[in-house]
């Protein structure tokens, strides 16, 4: 712990204090701490690979860093980014961003009631910044982002449900209704990829932030729309279309407000049902983790694909959302 803090000192040229590693963030390491320097303390938070060992999921941490600079130019809620990590900082890959105020746990934002006031606003607030997100221009970030429409995202998918070899009708009437609406998106626009709970800081003045920049790339934006209203991420508040907390049609407001366009209703349900599909392939995957490490982690996640199978029916067939 010495030396990484001693190495962390010298790239931001200022002593660090109260470094804590926090609980989140599953595939990198977030730490917290204070950075002191002569005239000024500043709340930060580090970014880093596991262990300062870079790994193969998501896009690169300086590639993360970049898009959301590029977010933030264009008015949206992120953290301040401090510093990129390089080689010759002996940290590991990663950037310093701002440490902001506020809550991502999705129990106590729905729950507590520190979070009443501030969550019938905060659907519109989510459409405020998904617009601005989705405003970026994407081409001083061609050559670093992923281009992923939604096409290539249900053929990948495809592909990893097949080597299941596990038939589950549901997911295949899924596959069959949406293959002729996902066609390739009118437009293509900076993509969050993980826009949802967890990864929205929230405090009782609202949506603080969009974190963990990961899965960032160019495609459809209808996308993140789509995920964030995904019945999964409503913690049981299935009524309130988006997080749990609101209304798809304030949603869809803040978004046209913010210069996003107009959005038709039914080019979400689209993307709704992508969503459903997409997290109960994913628990299915996680399934078969558990099948080879027997992690608890892992087989509790897996059941919920059957979670998953309701909400289609529901969208699908009974035309909720």
Known sequence: MADFQQDLECALGMRVERLVRLSGGASQETWSFDGVGESETLPLILRRAPAGVPRTTGIPLSTEAAAIEAARAEGVKAPRVRLVLGDADGVGPGYVMDRLPGETIARKILRDDAFASVRPKLAYQCGEILARIHKVDP?????????????AQLRAYRDTYDTFDYPHPVFELAFQWLEPRMQAGARHTLVHGDFRHGNLLISPDGLEAALDWELAHIGDPLEDIGWVCT???????????????????????????????????????????????????????????????????????????????????????????
């Open 231 to 321: 019945n999964s991420w409503r913690f049981g508040a299935a009524e309130k279309v988006v997080g749990g907390f609101g209304d798809l049609p304030d949603l869809l407001k803040g978004y046209e407000d913010a210069g996003g366009g107009r959005i038709d209703r039914e080019q979400v349900r689209t993307w709704i049902v992508y969503g459903s599909l997409k997290w109960g392939i994913m628990c299915q995957k996680m399934y078969h983790g558990f099948l080879a490490d027997r992690s608890v982690e892992r087989a509790a996640i897996g059941r919920r694909s059957s979670e998953t199978e309701i909400d289609l029916v529901n969208l699908i067939i009974g035309g909720k959302l």
């Open 139 to 151: 081409a001083p970030l061609a050559h670093l982002l992923p281009v992923v429409d939604g096409p």
